[in-house]
């Protein structure tokens, strides 16, 4: 039996606030760094040995997948880092409160910019401070690669390369792998995985530094797939995820 847990990054600051995050790279809030601390424990206490992790180039992730190792005492794994593994870019919309958008534009088209398939929001200029291009983080990276705004179909687009041909493969050899990263790029790795269609995955919604369990047969064929936790705990959470872009 081999086992790929897929992880959210705790809450972060602009979670707490209720804004668009994307590539912006804020912090983890104190709830989120107990979040990430309460995962590692619930992995831990469920027998988990990690071979390896992954993770994106935005702090709140990696800030998380380390509270993770260390409550499992597994801090020494290999971990590897990818800009493939970021959020969802989300263009001029970054920085804005999800609500206050949503009262100005009305729930329906906050819902498309948050969770459409292939629509994506206004894109960054290409002198706008937040644009990627000035980043060091990413100057290993071809500018036509970096994203000044995306729809979940170009997310999707972006991480299933690093997926097919890094993540998974290593499956192969290792029995247990840890994904940290963020709503919209673990839910293009669910979508794949679970064959959900396009309309379908706007209705998925996952809640911050809960565990993900994929299980897969040692031919890589996926058998079963479950959140850890109290299940009706995780309902809750999933449904204050879907509300964050309705107005109040």
């Not at 979040?35 to 831990?44: R, V």
């Not at 959900?196 to 809640?207: A, F, G, W």
Request: hydrophobic share 35%; with cysteine.
């Amino acid at each position: 039996m081999k086992k790929i847990v897929l992880l959210r990054h705790g809450e972060s600051a602009w979670n707490k606030e209720n804004r668009f995050t994307g590539w912006t790279d804020v912090d983890l809030t104190e709830k989120g760094i107990a979040e990430a601390c309460k995962a590692g424990e619930l992995l831990k206490e469920n027998g988990f040995n990690f071979d390896k992790a992954y993770t994106s180039y935005l702090k709140r992730a990696v800030k998380t997948l380390n509270c993770v190792l260390d409550r499992m005492d597994q801090d020494w794994i290999p971990v590897e880092k990818s800009w493939r593994l970021n959020e969802k870019h989300y263009g001029d919309l970054q920085g804005l409160n999800k609500s206050e958008t949503a009262a100005k534009y009305g729930d329906g088209q906050v819902l498309i910019w948050r969770r459409s398939y292939d629509i994506a929001p206004n894109a960054l200029s290409e002198d706008d401070p937040r644009n990627p291009r000035f980043e060091n983080r990413y100057q290993e990276v071809p500018d036509a690669e970096l994203p000044r705004t995306e729809s979940l179909k170009d997310t999707i687009e972006r991480i299933m390369p690093y997926w097919k041909c890094i993540i998974f493969p290593n499956l192969k050899t290792a029995d247990e792998i840890l994904v940290v990263a963020h709503g919209n790029s673990l839910r293009g790795i669910i979508k794949h995985l679970k064959h959900i269609s396009d309309e379908e995955i706007v209705k998925l919604n996952l809640p911050t530094a809960v565990p993900y369990v994929f299980e897969f047969s040692d031919e890589l064929n996926l058998e079963k797939d479950y959140f850890l936790g109290d299940p009706e705990e995780i309902r809750k959470l999933m449904e204050a995820v879907a509300n964050q872009g309705k107005k109040k």
